[in-house]
């Protein structure tokens, strides 16, 4: 649901393609752990904040540090 949600609505999608972000690889890497999550019935909502946090935060600031420095060059 979060990724389907951040693929309709989120706007810089096309920008940070061209400034090398890959939110392919992004989801590659954290489907797996969504879907692991998924399975459990006993997730508690610190779980689930961290794998979020882990997606959305942590890539960000990363991808925000990676446009940082392309930018840097040009």
Do not use: C, H
């Amino acid at each position: 649901v979060l990724w389907k949600a951040l693929d309709q609505n989120y706007g810089v999608w096309d920008y940070e393609r061209s400034q090398v972000v890959d939110w392919d690889a992004v989801y590659d890497e954290f489907l797996p752990k969504y879907e692991a999550l998924d399975k459990r019935d006993d997730v508690t909502d610190d779980e689930l904040r961290k794998l979020l946090d882990e997606t959305v935060i942590d890539k960000m600031a990363e991808f925000e540090k990676q446009i940082s420095k392309k930018q840097d060059r040009l």
